[in-house]
Every structure is written in structure tokens, then in C-alpha cells.
């Protein structure tokens, strides 16, 4: 199955050297294996990539559920970037399902709220569902948060009530700083990650419509020269993820 397909790669790919594993995370991406070619590309550190360590894919639910709750595509682009690295198949250790990671209880909610039945928690891991229920879910904290991005998806990851109970503390904090006093640490790199991710997005749409036919490709640099990051953010980390490169271990397919 697939997770013996991912350890076999991972046992092959954890014995070549950086530019190696680079070539191999283009053949991941060809192949259309969008998860293993980010993963193989921060294995390589590739971080120059943009393009293959965020791809658009799955663009046409996003795009139809980004216009249909009113929301920016590149946001949803990079939270789910953020959240699955673009595996329709991810499970997390805490149960949370798809392409935006939603938790089942999450998922009954939304469904309820959309006068919908969820009859069975593994429907979440159906991309169309998945995006449909996470951009809903999304929509809802930014309506409950004014609209304000880093509070919706602080609330996305650590729950409103959190949010809430962070908000009576440091109401009057600008948004950038209070991303930072967060105290949730995993919260707090999640927003700012995110946030991060969504520029990227946007700057790899601004390239595609500028630059279409120059055969110009994208590298990191170009990226934090032409976008503005709020106080704080750090764009070198972008795409290192948890897993420790080089070389990546078998648990990374579970």
C-alpha cells in the first residue's frame, strides 16, 4: 500500500547525498507525489525550490471553496501546506484527517451547520469534503474574529475558546506582536507559518500571471524581495519541517 511505497522510498532516498535527493524530489513531484517531493526537497535543502516545495495542486477545490466562503486562495494554499503538506491521506496522532486536518468533531459541527450528515469520520479524508468542511470551518472563525486573519487561524489550531481567553489578556496588542505572546508555542509558529506560506502563494500567482511563457523560475530570495513579512516572521524556515533533514525517518510515512 501506500505506506510501504513511502518507506521504500525513504529507504532508498536516505542513502543519496543532497543533489541527488533533489533530482529525486523533482521525480516525486512529476509522479505526482506532492508530500514526498516537499519532504525529499527539505531532506536535500532545497529551500531555493519555491516551486516544488509549494505546489498548487488540488487548485480547482480550492479555488472553487476559496470563492464560495470569500476567501483568498493563497490562504488556503498555505494552510494547507502548513497542515498536510498537500497529503490527502494525513492522519495526525490526535485524529485530525485530510488535506486541512480536521478533527472529526470539527467536521459533525460543520456539517450540522451546513444542514449536512457526516456518516463516517473517514469521508474527511476525501479532498473535495475535506476542503469544502476546512474552508467552512475557516470561514466561521474568521467571521467570529472580525475578519482578522491571525486570530481565525489561531483559533483554526488552538481552538476559539483559546483565542478568547488570549484576547482578555492582550486586547491591546498589535496583531504582529501578539502572533509573538502567543502562549501556545505550536499556535504561535503555526500562525506565523501560515501567514508566511500565504505570501508565498501569492507571490508564485503574481509570478505565473506576470511571467507566463518567460520560463523564470522562482527561487527563495526573489520571494523575500518582493514580499513584506510581518514583525517577527522569518521566511528561511519556510517548508523545515518537523521532520529533522537530512535524512528522514520511516515514521514519516505512519
Not at 543532497?18 to 512529476?30: I, N, T
Not at 485530510?98 to 449536512?116: C, F, H, I
Not at 476525501?126 to 470551518?137: D, K, T
Amino acid at each position: 500500500g501506500a505506506i510501504r511505497q513511502c518507506r521504500e522510498w525513504w529507504h532508498l532516498v536516505n542513502r543519496f547525498e543532497p543533489p541527488q535527493r533533489a533530482v529525486a524530489a523533482k521525480l516525486a513531484q512529476r509522479w505526482g507525489w506532492h508530500s514526498i517531493a516537499i519532504l525529499t526537497a527539505a531532506s536535500a535543502k532545497a529551500w531555493d525550490d519555491v516551486e516544488l516545495r509549494f505546489p498548487v495542486t488540488y487548485d480547482d477545490i480550492v479555488l472553487q471553496q476559496a470563492t464560495e466562503q470569500q476567501l483568498k486562495p493563497e490562504l488556503l494554499f498555505g494552510l494547507i501546506r502548513r497542515e498536510s503538506v498537500f497529503d490527502p491521506s494525513a492522519r495526525s496522532r490526535v485524529g485530525a484527517l485530510g488535506l486541512m486536518q480536521l478533527m472529526p468533531a470539527t467536521g459533525r459541527r460543520v456539517a450540522k451547520s451546513r444542514r449536512e450528515k457526516l456518516s463516517s469520520s473517514s469521508r474527511l479524508l476525501q479532498p473535495e469534503l475535506n476542503v469544502r468542511y476546512g474552508s467552512h470551518y475557516l470561514r466561521q472563525m474568521l467571521d467570529r474574529f472580525d475578519g482578522d486573519p491571525v486570530l481565525a487561524l489561531a483559533a483554526y489550531n488552538g481552538g476559539p475558546h483559546n483565542v478568547d481567553r488570549w484576547l482578555r489578556k492582550m486586547h491591546s496588542v498589535p496583531a504582529d506582536l501578539w502572533t509573538e505572546m502567543i502562549t501556545y508555542g505550536e499556535t504561535r509558529d503555526y500562525v506565523q507559518a501560515v501567514l508566511s506560506y500565504a505570501m508565498i502563494y501569492r507571490r508564485l500567482a503574481d509570478n505565473g500571471n506576470a511571467g507566463k511563457g518567460s520560463g523564470e523560475t522562482l527561487r527563495l530570495a526573489d520571494v523575500a524581495s518582493r514580499i513584506n513579512l510581518p514583525s517577527g516572521f522569518d521566511l528561511q524556515p519556510v517548508g523545515k519541517v518537523s521532520r529533522k533533514a537530512p535524512g528522514l525517518p520511516a515514521t514519516s510515512c505512519d
